[in-house]
């Protein structure tokens, strides 16, 4: 089981930058899967980032050029960089894992779908005005 608890939400003018924390209560990065969604308003729950159990970073073309995702190990830390935000991205961000076994054979795209990953934080609200 693992517990994820996200930070750094809030409210931001256009252009401007935000980061997203994620504390985790399992610190085995290489078990798993680590990724960053988010839910606009309306919409389906959406990837915006993953970095999988070998380390490598993949992101969608929601944001992409816009963030980066990282993981600070030492502080059982999953972090997501925001820049150049807009009020279309305007949303409750979420972090998400699962084990990486449920990857394992599968099509690389399923990293990108909710339903692929069971333990989830509560969300952070990221508002951009214009």
């Known amino acids: 089981r693992v517990d994820l608890m996200e930070s750094g939400g809030g409210s931001v003018q256009a252009g401007g930058s935000l980061k997203l924390s994620c504390v985790a209560t399992?610190?085995?990065?290489?078990?798993?899967?680590w990724a960053w969604f988010r839910q606009i308003p309306g919409k389906e729950r959406e990837a915006v980032a993953v970095?999988?159990?070998?380390?490598?970073?993949s992101y969608t073309d929601s944001m992409k050029g816009r963030v980066t995702i990282s993981k600070d190990s030492a502080k059982n830390t999953l972090n997501l960089q925001m820049n150049n935000l807009s009020p279309e991205d305007t949303a409750v961000y979420y972090c998400?894992?699962?084990?990486?076994?449920?990857?394992?054979?599968?099509?690389?795209?399923?990293?990108?779908?909710?339903?692929?990953?069971?333990?989830w934080g509560q969300g952070t609200q990221v508002t951009v005005s214009s």
């Open positions: 970095i999988d159990s070998d380390g490598a970073k």
């Open positions: 998400a894992a699962e084990p990486y076994l449920r990857f394992r054979g599968k099509s690389y795209s399923l990293r990108y779908d909710a339903s692929a990953y069971i333990y």
């Open positions: 399992d610190d085995a990065y290489n078990r798993y899967y």
